[in-house]
């Protein structure tokens, strides 16, 4: 497959379909294995997946995210139950899981697959995520670099990568992902 072709499947929508009653949403906040956990642990939010999206690069992997040239953004794929968890938790979540001002990066995480973003799939995920990006706007006093658009082609990471910190990461540290947990989250690879 020739590479302008491969680039149109990776910019394509997000086709996959969340379970019956369930919606998506895509969030990218620097590491993806920190946010996970904190998304694993938000009541009615029935699954999550770390992936790359809105790159260029049909099928990409974890080394090829990390050159810095496919522009992928590592995020995490939500699924939820809007009747039991809002849109407006997932932001709330998204908003303290990181520092919004930081272009290209999340502390030590530096490069594009690090950057901020809320990636749609529904102008109603679009009005609340704009709605919530200007509040937060208020609180900081720097300015807010976060993306939000559209949510693009999700490409599922390596399964090494999936629950990491449930897992128990490189060292065997198991984190709880009961919901309402609110241990600190430490991420370490």
Same mark, same amino acid.
């Given at each position: ?6 680039? =149109? ?26 946010? &996970? ?11 999550? &997946? ?38 407006? =938790? ?41 709605? =919530? ?25 390596? &399964? ?15 984190? =709880? ?13």
């Amino acid at each position: 497959m020739d590479s302008s072709s491969a680039s =149109s499947i990776a910019q394509g929508p997000d086709d996959d379909i969340p379970a019956p009653g369930q919606e998506f949403a895509q969030f990218g906040a620097g590491c993806f294995w920190g946010v &996970e956990l904190a998304y694993q642990r938000l009541p009615g939010v029935t699954k999550t &997946e770390v992936g790359y999206t809105q790159g260029l690069l049909h099928n990409p992997t974890y080394n090829d995210v990390c050159t810095g040239t496919t522009n992928h953004s590592e995020v995490v794929r939500v699924q939820y139950d809007p009747k039991e968890c809002s849109f407006d =938790s997932l932001l709330d979540v998204f908003w303290a899981r990181h520092d919004p001002t930081t272009l290209n990066r999340q502390g030590n995480d530096v490069g594009t697959q690090y950057r901020s973003g809320i990636y749609y799939y529904t102008p109603e995920q679009e009005k609340a995520a704009r709605d =919530s990006l200007e509040k937060q706007q208020k609180v900081l006093n720097r300015k807010i670099v976060t993306e939000i658009l559209p949510a693009k082609k999700f490409y599922r990471a390596e &399964e090494y990568h999936q629950q990491y910190l449930a897992k128990g990461g490189r060292f065997g540290f198991k984190q =709880s992902t009961e919901k309402g947990c609110n241990d600190p989250i430490r991420c370490y690879g």
